[in-house]
């Protein structure tokens, strides 16, 4: 009976072997088809939209550009803020905001005024501000939210500017790192080159944010006589800001107190433990310039080859096996409608959660777990310190300017409905 069944499963013996011998021949074929192809096929979809882009806007040479309108580079830079470039486009932003501190002028008015330099005000300081852009950045040029954010914005600065303490060119020069640094990071760091089209787009938006806001561009070889379009504005901009840093950005204690605050900020969501790693790579993403007008450390070598490392991983694997962000994942981090207060939230938080509602998600969701192990405050904590209501964009900014400014927010609104209509700001 034990022969019959020996030589009975010889057989299948055989045969199983054969068929496992065979699998890997098999199956090779399939696999570097989808090592080779899956590849192809994320790069070609992470290309698509970009095509759309260019077949959808009628724009493809410079003479094209020249007659970009406002509404149309809004809706090509909100492709690239929340779809294309959503991580880096933010984080630009941000140390755009964080580079002004390496020019003295500005560093002591905010030192003098201690938003920047106290930690009680820090935090709000800095949420009230990236709040107040990316509600310019994210609602269309002719909102009623992107014009409050504009006046506000220009009140909140017309008595420091009035008394000759914010300076024209430093005024210039912030406005010139909020449209350059996007294009400086993402060219770098992300998977693709930013196109004309997009560049373009960029600096018509934040030219016609400059023009909402007042700020001059009389320093520019171009500002009597008039741009050409949105790229020739940001290569005038670009030469004048580096201009402008060989000449202001230099060591001073003041830079240096006022980024402490701003790096705190940057690594407050980090356990205590890795603020030393945060750091570093804060110091990492400096240039020489500005890194000695802050006197700050560079980072060691260790550090550069980490660092480096892990943003050419992410490069490519955003550009090779990540699909491109699909619409209902847009970045978004405000709610688009306001709630029965008329008050709109932030959707998450960086630092201190002011603004955000507290949400059954939003207090044990997983980014509250987390603020919790860290020991951080939660949407809700403390009362109404973090107004959890929300906020009114009218309202924005130091808690003694809350009420304030409501005749120069109707005047500058008047003003806007006359001729920020979304049309060309070049002709």
Same mark, same amino acid.
């Given at each position: 009976?034990n022969? @019959?069944?020996?030589?009975?499963?010889q057989p299948?013996?055989d045969?199983a072997?054969?068929i496992?011998?065979a699998?890997?021949r098999?199956?090779i074929p399939?696999?570097?088809?989808?090592?080779v192809g899956y590849?192809l096929?994320?790069s070609g979809l992470r290309?698509?939209?970009?095509?759309?882009?260019h077949k959808?806007?009628?724009?493809a040479t410079?003479?094209d550009?020249?007659k970009?309108t406002?509404?149309?580079a809004?809706?090509?830079?909100? $492709?690239?803020?929340?779809?294309?470039?959503?991580?880096?486009?933010?984080?630009?932003?941000q140390?755009a905001?964080f580079?002004?501190y390496g020019?003295?002028t500005?560093?002591r008015l905010?030192?003098t005024t201690?938003q920047? $330099?106290?930690?009680?005000?820090?935090?709000k300081?800095y949420t009230?501000?990236?709040?107040?852009?990316?509600?310019?950045v994210?609602?269309?040029?002719?909102?009623q939210?992107a014009?409050?954010s504009?006046a506000?914005?220009r009140?909140?600065?017309s008595?420091?500017?009035a008394?000759?303490?914010i300076?024209?060119?430093?005024m210039l020069y912030?406005?010139?790192?909020f449209a350059?640094q996007?294009?400086?990071?993402?060219?770098?760091f992300e998977?693709?080159?930013?196109s004309d089209l997009e560049?373009?787009a960029i600096?018509?938006f934040w030219? $016609?944010?400059?023009?909402?806001?007042?700020?001059s561009?009389a320093?520019?070889p171009s500002g009597?006589?008039g741009?050409?379009?949105?790229i020739?504005w940001?290569?005038e901009?670009?030469?004048?800001s580096?201009?402008y840093?060989v000449q202001c950005? @230099?060591p001073?204690?003041?830079n240096r107190?006022?980024?402490d605050q701003?790096t705190a900020i940057? @690594?407050?969501?980090l356990p205590?433990?890795?603020?030393?790693?945060g750091?570093?790579?804060v110091?990492f993403?400096?240039?020489?310039r500005?890194?000695?007008?802050?006197?700050?450390?560079?980072?060691?070598?260790?550090?550069?080859?980490?660092?480096?490392?892990l943003?050419t991983?992410?490069?490519l694997?955003?550009?090779?096996?990540?699909?491109?962000?699909?619409?209902?994942?847009?970045?978004a981090s405000?709610t688009e409608?306001?709630?029965?207060?008329n008050?709109?939230?932030?959707?998450e938080?960086?630092?201190a959660?002011y603004?955000?509602k507290?949400?059954?998600?939003n207090?044990?969701?997983p980014?509250?777990? @987390?603020?919790r192990?860290?020991?951080?405050?939660?949407?809700?904590?403390?009362?109404?310190?973090?107004?959890?209501?929300g906020y009114h964009i009218?309202?924005m900014g130091p808690?003694?300017?809350?009420?304030?400014g409501r005749?120069?927010?109707?005047?500058a609104?008047?003003?806007?409905k006359?001729y920020?209509t979304?049309k060309?700001p070049?002709h």
């Amino acid at each position: 009976m034990n022969n @019959v069944t020996v030589r009975a499963a010889q057989p299948l013996s055989d045969a199983a072997k054969a068929i496992l011998d065979a699998a890997p021949r098999h199956w090779i074929p399939y696999a570097l088809g989808l090592l080779v192809g899956y590849p192809l096929l994320t790069s070609g979809l992470r290309y698509q939209r970009l095509r759309t882009l260019h077949k959808k806007y009628p724009y493809a040479t410079r003479a094209d550009m020249a007659k970009m309108t406002d509404d149309h580079a809004f809706e090509i830079q909100k $492709s690239v803020a929340q779809l294309e470039f959503p991580f880096m486009f933010i984080k630009a932003l941000q140390f755009a905001l964080f580079r002004t501190y390496g020019i003295p002028t500005i560093s002591r008015l905010l030192t003098t005024t201690t938003q920047f $330099s106290n930690p009680e005000t820090s935090l709000k300081r800095y949420t009230d501000t990236s709040a107040l852009i990316q509600e310019m950045v994210g609602n269309s040029p002719t909102s009623q939210r992107a014009y409050i954010s504009l006046a506000r914005t220009r009140f909140l600065h017309s008595g420091y500017r009035a008394s000759g303490k914010i300076l024209d060119d430093d005024m210039l020069y912030t406005l010139a790192l909020f449209a350059l640094q996007p294009i400086r990071f993402i060219n770098r760091f992300e998977w693709r080159q930013l196109s004309d089209l997009e560049r373009c787009a960029i600096g018509t938006f934040w030219k $016609s944010v400059g023009d909402a806001l007042e700020i001059s561009y009389a320093k520019l070889p171009s500002g009597t006589a008039g741009f050409q379009d949105g790229i020739q504005w940001l290569d005038e901009l670009d030469a004048w800001s580096e201009m402008y840093e060989v000449q202001c950005m @230099v060591p001073d204690a003041k830079n240096r107190e006022t980024a402490d605050q701003t790096t705190a900020i940057l @690594v407050y969501m980090l356990p205590t433990a890795l603020h030393p790693v945060g750091l570093e790579f804060v110091s990492f993403m400096m240039d020489d310039r500005l890194r000695r007008a802050m006197l700050y450390d560079p980072p060691s070598s260790i550090a550069r080859v980490v660092f480096s490392s892990l943003l050419t991983i992410r490069k490519l694997f955003l550009r090779y096996l990540c699909p491109p962000r699909p619409y209902f994942l847009r970045y978004a981090s405000f709610t688009e409608e306001p709630d029965e207060n008329n008050r709109f939230f932030l959707t998450e938080w960086e630092a201190a959660p002011y603004y955000v509602k507290p949400t059954f998600w939003n207090r044990w969701g997983p980014m509250a777990w @987390v603020t919790r192990m860290l020991g951080r405050p939660l949407p809700g904590d403390e009362g109404d310190k973090y107004y959890p209501h929300g906020y009114h964009i009218q309202d924005m900014g130091p808690r003694y300017f809350e009420g304030k400014g409501r005749k120069a927010l109707e005047e500058a609104m008047e003003e806007f409905k006359e001729y920020r209509t979304g049309k060309c700001p070049f002709h």
